[in-house]
């Protein structure tokens, strides 16, 4: 199991956070987050979140996210 810790209060304009995930050959991940993501609102900046999960054959894969919290203000 893996934890994705996000050490910033939230997601605002102008963040780009990436995630590479590679499961090899006959394995097994499970990989979840810390807490409910936060999203604040922007007065003009995008902020883009990706994920790319790459799982091999014989492989199993789990994501199990929590929550997302959207801010007005």
Not at 49 to 62: D, H, K
Request: proline share 4%.
């Amino acid at each position: 199991m893996a934890v994705i810790v996000n050490m910033a209060g939230g997601v605002v304009g102008g963040d780009c956070h990436y995630t590479d995930i590679e499961c090899g050959p006959n394995t097994t991940a499970t990989v979840t987050g810390q807490a409910a993501e936060k999203i604040y609102r922007s007065s003009g900046a995008v902020a883009q979140l990706a994920q790319r999960i790459t799982v091999a054959p014989g492989s199993w894969f789990e994501l199990l996210p929590q929550g997302t919290i959207f801010f007005d203000g």
